[in-house]
Every structure is written in C-alpha cells, then in structure tokens.
C-alpha cells in the first residue's frame, strides 16, 4: 500500500507570508495528487488536482508542484480565510485506491 | 449544480450495522462522470477513504475495513449507500459521501478529484 506522509503535522505563519507544505509518497505516483482544505467543521475542498492544476474557483495564491513522490503546495501571501488544515490524497487506478496525508493544519501568529 | 446529502442513523451499538445514504441532485448517478465515494473523519483525527462504487457497480475498498463494508446503488432514487457491519467505538466519526470526477485524458492517463462533497453526518457508535 501506498503510504503519504505530510510535513509539517501543524505551522503557525503571519499574514502575507509564504507557506509551503509537502507530501511524500512511499512509492512513485507520478502525477496522481490532489490537495484539499478543510476548514473547522466543514467538508474538505478541493484545491489542486494533478499535482500542479488550479481547481476552479481557486484563488491563485494556491499552487502546487510535484511529480513521482514528492509534491508541495504552497500558499503566497497567507490570508486570514486560509486557516484550515491541508490535505494530499493520491490515487491509483489498477485497481482504484485512495490514501489521504495526515493533514497540516495551518495557523495564524 | 451537483450536491451531495448524506443520510442515516446517528447512533449505532456496537457490534450492528452502520448504514448510510447519499442523495445525489443535479445529475444522474449513473451518468458515469462520477465515481461515488465515502470518507469517515474520527474526532480529532485526518481523512480516511472507505470506498468508492461506480456508476456500473463495481466497487472498490480500503483494504483494512473491506472486510466490513459494503456499498451499492439505487438509480430510481439516484442515492447511494453504505454498510458497515461489527462496528465498535472506533468507528465513531464523521462520515462524507463525495462525487470524485475521474476517467481517462487523451494522453490516457487516469485522472480522479472529489470535487463534491455531502456536508457530512456524525455517527457515534455507542451502547
């Protein structure tokens, strides 16, 4: 099984700055990766599918990079509405199966 | 607009059966765009994937709980549910249905995104 370990578990930044998150897989997955954000209380939502796409919708201070096990997301001129945790997920077809990150949950100073 | 709605019981004792719905509105379940998935999140705790069934049937599970799941679909009332037998305490959670978009680009390259999600459904297991 495919194992994705996220870093770090929890940041604490100030407005404005520039936060990057990774995601390591245990085994090559090329481009098969998807971000989300869960805001407290609510269903995650998709924010980046395919290592580097923009979902739409998306502010464009949402941007993600990556290909065969590790990937990141980063997030410039962190905003207020950005405190949420931070998921990755990857997929595989043969046959379909899923494995969430353990989440970064991102905090203003 | 696709929307999601996760349905059913809110307590369940240990050892019976878990069994959600998922209304879905705005398109057809057996459109085949979708594949219809179910998350569960423990208090406190990340996202886990419990399975996905397609639009055709076939189903797919996260291998540490397919021995106790089962999912399917009903396309008269374009709903789609799950069961999860001998649940215990650990198994107390959130739990969201999802429509992830996935098929394959021109380049042939699999591709798949929960891109909708229910509002999800608390369900505690407990005596």
């Known amino acids: 099984d495919i194992q994705m370990t996220q870093s770090p578990s929890s940041l604490s930044a100030s407005v404005g700055d520039r936060v990057t998150i990774t995601c390591q897989a245990s085994q090559v997955i090329s481009k098969s990766l998807n971000w989300y954000q869960q805001k407290p209380g609510k269903a995650p939502k998709l924010l980046i599918y395919d290592a580097s796409n923009l979902e739409t919708g998306v502010p464009s201070r949402f941007s993600g990079s990556g290909s065969g096990t590790d990937f990141t997301l980063t997030i410039n001129s962190l905003q207020p509405e950005d405190i949420a945790t931070y998921y990755c997920?990857?997929?595989?077809?043969?046959?379909?199966?899923?494995?969430f990150g353990g989440g970064t949950k991102v905090e203003i100073e | 607009q696709l929307q999601l709605q996760e349905s059913g019981s809110g307590l369940v004792k240990p050892s019976q059966t878990l069994s959600l719905t998922c209304t879905v509105s705005g398109d057809s379940i057996g459109s085949g765009t979708y594949s219809w998935s179910w998350i569960r999140q423990p208090p406190g705790k990340g996202l886990e994937w419990i399975g996905d069934i397609y639009h055709s049937g076939s189903t797919y599970y996260n291998p540490s709980l397919k021995s106790r799941v089962n999912t399917s679909i009903d396309r008269s009332k374009n709903q789609f549910s799950l069961k999860l037998n001998s649940v215990t305490a650990a198994d107390t959670a959130v739990y969201y249905c999802?429509?992830?978009?996935?098929?394959?680009?021109?380049?042939?390259?699999?591709?798949?995104?929960?891109?909708?999600w229910g509002q999800g459904i608390t369900v505690t297991v407990s005596s």
């Open positions: 997920q990857q997929y595989d077809n043969l046959p379909l199966t899923i494995t």
């Open positions: 999802a429509g992830a978009r996935h098929g394959y680009n021109q380049r042939r390259n699999y591709y798949y995104a929960m891109d909708v």
